[in-house]
């Protein structure tokens, strides 16, 4: 069974930094795409970065800011997020998967990032 836990995230203030933590389950990250998404208030979900097999990407929107990487000894993927603006606040969510949340095999439990002074 896939699951990913994460943690991480909280309340920080503009230009501020988080990061966040995605654990994996009875499978190992490297075997599958990881993905980051988020939901803002009243906004659709969101896909902001993928961990694949080819390398770590991310949405135009914070290209720049935020880094994903993988840690294969721990099984883990991180999000780095620098450079926050309040517009990221928002629910951000690991996945089993990436970018299209149809497609989404497992989804973490979700963490709030609040950006505010």
């Known amino acids: 069974q896939l699951q990913v836990v994460q943690s991480g995230g909280g309340l920080v203030q503009p230009g501020g930094s988080l990061r966040l933590s995605c654990a994996a389950s009875?499978?190992?990250?490297?075997?599958?795409?990881i993905g980051w998404f988020r939901q803002a208030p009243g906004k659709e979900r969101e896909g902001v970065a993928c961990m694949s097999s080819s390398g770590g990407l991310t949405a135009d929107s914070v290209k720049g800011r935020f880094t994903i990487s993988r840690d294969n000894v721990n099984n883990t993927v991180y999000l780095q997020m620098n450079n926050l603006k309040p517009e990221d606040t928002a629910v951000y969510y690991c996945?089993?998967?990436?970018?299209?949340?149809?497609?989404?095999?497992?989804w973490g439990q979700g963490t709030q990032v609040t950006v505010s002074s």
């Open positions: 009875g499978f190992f990250v490297g075997d599958f795409a």
């Open positions: 996945a089993v998967e990436c970018w299209i949340a149809t497609l989404v095999d497992a």
